[in-house]
């Protein structure tokens, strides 16, 4: 029976943007920044309050797990928003919009009212999207 989640890929087109936006700009934490003898970077980031799950930064590009056809269209894709989503969770979805918003981040929609709490949508330097949500009041 799996038990819970350890890692979570999003797909980048650059790693050192990505750690500049999800560690800079998002707060996150490097989890592990490794490279291997195949010249392949292990980079994974996380919330500071979440230790138990890493997200990996995974670089699209040809090798063992994708020809120059795939990984071509894995990246157009990216850059669409067309792969990566999930959703960030926050206490204050206003005050973290006004703050990420400040250092740069691209925001798709302000803070809105849904019947689920408030959400606004980004995205990160690749084209991937995200939800930062805050959960209604007494949920």
């Not at 038990?3 to 936006?21: E, N, P």
């Not at 056809?69 to 990566?84: F, M, P, S, V």
């Amino acid at each position: 029976m799996i038990t819970r989640i350890s890692h979570y890929t999003i797909y980048v087109l650059d790693q050192d943007q990505a750690y500049d936006f999800y560690v800079n700009k998002l707060g996150f934490e490097v989890a592990t920044d490794a490279t291997m003898d195949s010249g392949f970077r292990w980079l994974t980031v996380r919330p500071k309050e979440q230790k138990d799950i890493e997200i990996v930064l995974m670089l699209v590009k040809p090798g063992p797990m994708y020809d120059d056809h795939t990984a071509a269209q894995l990246r157009e894709l990216i850059q669409k928003g067309k792969l990566g989503s999930g959703v960030f969770e926050t206490n204050d979805c206003r005050a973290t919009y006004a703050e990420l918003k400040a250092k740069g981040v691209e925001f798709m929609s302000e803070p809105k009212e849904q019947f689920y709490g408030i959400e606004a949508l980004f995205k990160d330097n690749s084209g991937n999207w995200f939800s930062l949500s805050q959960k209604p009041k007494g949920n």
